[in-house]
Each structure stands twice: as structure tokens, then as C-alpha cells.
């Protein structure tokens, strides 16, 4: 009887050896991005890239540059933020050149919903900040790079609708590590306070339109 | 009634020192790198964070919770899906007061030793199937006729999962069958389960109780969904609907052929009530919700199993169980701050055959005063974790039951125990956990003083546990 359990256990294994459409391999190349998205992105980020937890950004209307930019520096390790290499070094791993671009369209293509109410900050204050940036402080209005919708262009991500936990704790990431290089935030942030930060990351999450 | 006296007692044999070099060999094989971690976060070349809530064992995450329903099948196959974990721990009892022999009923009180291993063969099967199977080895199984302690090896938890998600627009469905041997093992929120918790709290670690291996300082009593681990095969068919609804509902016989492979030790060996009549079936509801940085379940769970009093002798009377309980669990998680709070309460009706109580049956037994007994059990536990190390839990253990004179011999008559445990650990890197706990009877066998007719006290069995736990 044993040998039949076992055998049965082994049918049930080569009838699921192959399932493409519905894989949560990350080795596979053969894995198409809209089913990795769906199958394991998905599980943090959202289907529609519109996150629940601040812990995970939102991906939705992201810029795809952007995101290829980012899938590819955790493949490489380059970006080192703490969250990146906890979550996204493992999952980017073995990702193909292809499955990276895939994924970056599927993201991008999906629609940017409302964030959750934000619980502190100032909006008002963070607006000045998005708009005027900080002259004292040599911060450049984030609209400069970002957008005046903050919805990005090419390497600049979106940040409108984006968590404000999430983006708080990035402006830190930029301003007090080298986990996230080859960017102008360090130069941006290194003057800014975290009372500024909360707030701007405030007016961001809870952007005007959005 | 030793089921309901001891929770978690192994039999089978196997001598430790086959174990040791085995696991010693496998440690060798494991490549030494940066992912030379556990064996998920192997797979998924993540954290023990992204699965387990604050790095702690075993509470899982909204995405942890994901990856079991899914059937571990996230990530890369493992070249070698192999991995060890071990405990050394020492436990110290407050007093050992009414013992006229210390050694022998609180042995290895206050050392500090290697206590337990587990080699574990986990993960992506193909892209459907995948596993949790744990072989443990207890160096203080138990104690042998002349009292020297025999290290014995077992099977411990499985879970062998087919797993499949339809997700789209529309709708997300996990849904899949789990093949297992403890009821509740299946469960994602490990509010209400034993799997891992051979101690009435949610530690991962080894039972104080266990360890002394003596008659004082037990857990009295427990419901028998929870006392059912590696002497019980079960299917259940299980669905999680759009991150909102679970449903588990399946069916538990005991390890007897073609199940043996999944029980500690031949059926010959249980203890009484531990040998299940016929399919006996399990069921468990919850709803979730997920907001922001928070997730909140709340649960209902049952089952009915009829067991034999003579394991040995499918012609014994038999008594029935029937169990149903109320669970929940309430996470936030967002960095550097990590809160579990959780707990499950069970009732249980136990129906007796008439030859189990009746003086009058010409076949009784005396093993029951009543034809009928219930029982009341309540876990409770939160666990506060600062940036994935720093550690503090508050366990609480609740136990109710009808007086019956023959079942519990203590003068009371009654299981009736409160027990309070706070601990305090320290995750120095994501596979060490260091922790020292302390169990606090307020209440034990139905008395706070002289509880056993003897002039012991509660309190008494007080324990100070200190544990190391590693995993690679």
C-alpha cells in the first residue's frame, strides 16, 4: 500500500510539472511576466500594482524605465535599502533581461488608484516642498525631475499616490546610505529634516487627483 | 487517559548518534554563502522577515501565509532541499517540594544542554506540489527501565501540498489539498494548531516540561484536535477566496497502513485515546482582512474523533470528542515595529462508552467516573518585535474542565490550570534566536496551594526556560 501512496504522490507530481500559465517559478525564463505578476508580484504589490501594505510600493502607472532600472540593480545588488535586499534581491534573482521588461510594461500599463488617508504630516507644507522645493536646504522642487503630476518620466519614478511610509523611509535610505547610488537624491535629501520628509511624503500620497 | 496528560511524547526508536553525523553530513553538503540560510528563504532568496511576522517563528505574514497556501512552490527549486535546525535549552523549576526523589522526577533540572534536531526536506516540488517535512530527534525522549534517558528519532510535522491559484481581475483563488499528520498543521495563521507548539504557547522551542520528562510540571490537559500530532493522517481540501475567506475541510484516521510513514511509531505504541476509529473529520472557517499596515482574522474551528482506549485493540471501548472553537489573530507589521496578538479558545465534549464508566457493564474499565466530560481550553498570546531582533511575549494558557474523580486523580477532580509566560529574545541574525521564558502556574489541577493532596503548590512549578535555536 505504501508503494501505492508513493506512486500516487508521484502521479500527482508529473501532473504538476508543467503549469506555465499559473508558475510561481522565478528560475524559469519560459514563465511569461504576466504570470509572474499575477502569481508571486502580486502577493505584495497587488495585482493592479495598487499596494494595501506601506511596507511594499505601489507599482501601478510606474514608469517602466524606471522599474527595469530598480528589478535590475537588485538583480546586481546595487541598490542595498534594506527592503530591497530583505524581499527583492531573492525574487529578482534569476529574472530574465525579457521578464524584467515584461514586467515593467505590466506595472506601468495599470492604473494608479487612491491611497489610503494619510495619518500625519502636513500637506500644505509638503505641497511647498513638491512645488518650491527647499532653497535653504538646496532640495530642487520634486517637480523639477518627477513631474508637476508626479507621475515621472523615464528614470524619475512616479511618487503621486505613492506610501508615504515607503517614500520616508527611501528619502533616509538616500540620505544617510549608499543603498540606492547613482541617483541626484542624496544631493537632494542631505539637508532635508524627517518633520520635512513626512510632510512631503504626505502631500504625495495623498496627491491631488489622485 | 495519558493522551489528555501529555502533550507531544515520543516513542519511536532511533539511536541519536546515526543522527548527528547524518545531520553533520548534510551541513556539509549546504553551500556556505550568502543565502546559506533556511530552507525557504533558500528557495525564495529572501528574508525569514518576509515570511515569518518580525523574523519569529512560527508566526507567519500576509505574504508567508501566501506562500504556504500556494504549497511553498514561490521561488527556485533547491538543489539540495535540505535543512537543519537544533535547540539547546535548560529549564529550572521554582521548587521540587513533595519529590522524594529530585533526580528522578525533575531530571536535568537547571542544565543547560542540547536537547533537539530536526533535519527538514521542504519546498518546490514542481510548480504545484511542495512540502514541510520534519525529522526530529529528541535527545531526552524518554527514560528507559533502568531510568538512563534514550534518544529517539521521529517523524515530526508534514504537510505535502498540491496547491493552485486562479487570480485575475475578477477574483483570486488559492485553492489545494494538504496531506498531513497533525490537525490544524495546514492552517496559515497557526492560531489554534499544535504543530508547533508542544508547550501550551506559541514557542517554537522545546517543552520545559518535556524536558524534565517528570510527572510535576505538565500541561494537564488538551483538547484532542490538539493532541492528535504524528499519530493522525489527514487529507483536507483547503480554499482562500480573495484574501477574505478560508475554508479547510478534510478527514483524520490513524497512521496505520499505507499511512505509517507518517506517524512517530507504530499504532501498538500509542497511548490510550491516541488511535483513531475510522475517518474522523476536521473542519476550520476564518475570515481575513488585510488594511493598510494591519491584518485581522477571525476563525471558527472543529472536529470529532472517536479513539480507542486500548491503541493495541481495535475491540476496546471507544470515546468520542467533539471539538469547537473560536480563533483569531490581529498583525501590524511595518518596520521597525512588529505586533501578533493571538488566541483560540476550544470547547470539547467527551462522550464515553458505556463500558469506560458504568460499574454495572460487565466489561467496565474505571477509566471514567462520568459517561461524559467537557473541557474548556484558551491560548493567548502577544508577541512585540523591534527591527526583526529584540523580543517580548506574553503567553497565557486557560484550562476548564468537569470534575471527574477517576480521569484526573487529584483531590480536586478538575484539569482546571492557568498558566502566564512571558519572554523576552533576541534574534542576533535571522537564523540564531536566543530566549529566556518564564512559566507561572497561577493555578494547577484545580488549586493554588496543596494541589496534589501532598502540600505542593502551584507555584511550585514555576519554570525558568532558556533556549538557543539555530537553523541552517
Known amino acids: 500500500m505504501r508503494w501505492i501512496l508513493l506512486a500516487a504522490i508521484a502521479a500527482l507530481g508529473l501532473i504538476g510539472c508543467a503549469n506555465l500559465e499559473r508558475s510561481r517559478d522565478l528560475a524559469n525564463p519560459n514563465v511569461r511576466p504576466e504570470v509572474t505578476a499575477a502569481q508571486v508580484c502580486s502577493n505584495c504589490h497587488g495585482l493592479d500594482g495598487n499596494s494595501v501594505s506601506p511596507i511594499f510600493p505601489r507599482l501601478a502607472g510606474q514608469q517602466e524605465s524606471y522599474i527595469v532600472a530598480q528589478l535590475e540593480n537588485f538583480r546586481s545588488h546595487q541598490r542595498s535599502d534594506p527592503a530591497g535586499y530583505e524581499y527583492m534581491w531573492g525574487i529578482s534573482r534569476s529574472l530574465t533581461d525579457a521578464q524584467i521588461k515584461g514586467l515593467a510594461e505590466y506595472f506601468g500599463r495599470q492604473t494608479a488608484g487612491k491611497n489610503a488617508a494619510v495619518a500625519g504630516g502636513s500637506l500644505d507644507a509638503g505641497r511647498k516642498i513638491f512645488e518650491q522645493g527647499v532653497p535653504e536646504k538646496e532640495t530642487a522642487p520634486c517637480m523639477a525631475c518627477h513631474g508637476a503630476n508626479a507621475e515621472g518620466l523615464g528614470a524619475f519614478p512616479r511618487l503621486a499616490g505613492q506610501h508615504q511610509d515607503y517614500l520616508v523611509k527611501q528619502l533616509h535610505v538616500f540620505q544617510e546610505t549608499e543603498g540606492r547610488p547613482g541617483t541626484p537624491m542624496k544631493q537632494i535629501t542631505h539637508l532635508l529634516t524627517n518633520e520635512d520628509m513626512v510632510n512631503v511624503a504626505a502631500y504625495l500620497q495623498a496627491f491631488p487627483g489622485q | ?472
Request: hydrophobic share 40%.
Open chain 2, 1 to 472: 487517559m495519558r493522551k489528555l496528560i501529555v502533550l507531544g511524547w515520543r516513542r519511536l526508536s532511533s539511536n541519536w548518534a546515526a543522527i548527528v553525523p547524518g545531520l553533520a553530513i548534510v551541513a556539509g553538503l549546504l553551500p556556505i554563502d550568502a543565502s546559506a540560510l533556511p530552507l525557504f528563504a533558500r528557495q525564495t532568496g529572501q528574508n525569514c522577515l518576509s515570511c515569518h511576522a518580525g523574523g519569529q517563528f512560527p508566526e507567519l505574514t500576509a505574504y508567508g501565509r501566501k506562500f504556504k497556501l500556494t504549497g511553498y512552490t514561490m521561488g527556485e527549486r533547491a538543489t539540495i532541499p535540505l535543512a537543519v535546525m537544533g535547540v539547546a535549552s535548560a529549564s529550572k523549576v521554582a521548587s521540587t517540594a513533595g519529590s522524594t526523589d529530585v533526580g528522578a522526577d525533575f531530571p536535568h533540572d537547571g542544565q543547560f544542554e542540547f536537547t533537539t534536531a530536526s533535519l527538514l526536506c521542504c519546498g518546490k516540488i514542481t510548480d504545484n506540489i511542495g512540502s514541510f517535512i520534519q525529522w526530529t530527534w529528541d535527545r531526552f525522549d524518554h527514560q528507559n527501565d533502568a531510568g538512563k534517558w534514550v534518544s529517539k528519532s521521529h517523524i515530526d510535522q508534514v504537510d505535502l501540498r498540491y496547491a493552485d491559484r486562479s487570480i485575475a481581475p475578477t477574483h483570486d483563488l488559492i485553492f489545494g489539498a494538504s496531506l498531513n499528520n497533525n490537525p490544524g498543521v495546514a492552517d496559515v495563521w497557526n492560531t489554534h494548531n499544535s504543530a508547533f507548539t508542544p508547550v501550551p504557547t506559541y514557542v517554537p522551542v522545546g517543552n520545559p516540561a518535556g524536558n524534565a520528562g517528570g510527572p510535576f510540571v505538565d500541561v494537564p490537559a488538551a483538547p484532542t484536535d490538539q493532541s492528535l500530532g504524528q499519530h493522525s493522517a489527514g487529507l483536507t481540501g483547503y480554499l482562500f477566496w480573495n484574501d477574505f475567506l478560508y475554508a479547510e475541510v478534510g478527514g483524520y484516521r490513524s497512521t496505520e497502513k499505507p499511512f505509517t510513514v507518517l506517524g512517530d511509531t507504530r499504532v501498538s505504541g500509542f497511548d490510550s485515546f491516541q488511535r483513531l476509529k475510522g475517518i474522523n473529520p476536521y473542519w476550520r472557517l476564518a475570515l481575513n482582512h488585510d488594511w493598510g499596515a494591519n491584518s485581522a482574522m477571525i476563525g471558527i474551528h472543529g472536529m470529532s474523533a472517536e479513539t480507542y482506549l486500548d491503541s493495541a485493540d481495535t475491540g476496546s471501548p471507544t470515546a468520542k470528542f467533539r471539538d469547537i472553537g473560536i480563533d483569531g489573530q490581529y498583525q501590524y507589521i511595518l518596520d521597525p515595529h512588529v505586533l501578533t496578538a493571538m488566541f483560540s479558545y476550544t470547547h470539547e465534549k467527551q462522550s464515553y462508552n458505556d463500558a469506560l464508566w458504568n460499574l454495572s457493564n460487565a466489561n467496565f474499565t474505571g477509566t471514567f467516573a462520568n459517561s461524559s466530560n467537557t473541557l474548556d481550553y484558551l491560548r493567548a498570546k502577544v508577541t512585540y518585535i523591534y527591527q526583526a531582533k529584540y523580543g517580548v511575549s506574553l503567553a497565557h494558557t486557560s484550562i476548564r474542565g468537569s470534575a471527574d474523580a477517576v480521569l484526573y486523580g487529584n483531590p480536586t477532580a478538575v484539569p482546571d490550570s492557568r498558566l502566564w509566560a512571558p519572554e523576552i529574545f533576541w534574534t542576533p541574525v535571522q537564523n540564531v534566536r536566543v530566549g529566556l521564558q518564564y512559566f507561572m502556574w497561577d493555578k494547577y489541577l484545580g488549586a493554588k496551594s496543596n494541589y496534589d493532596g501532598n502540600g505542593r503548590n502551584a507555584k511550585d512549578n514555576n519554570t525558568l526556560f532558556v533556549y538557543v535555536w539555530a537553523a541552517y
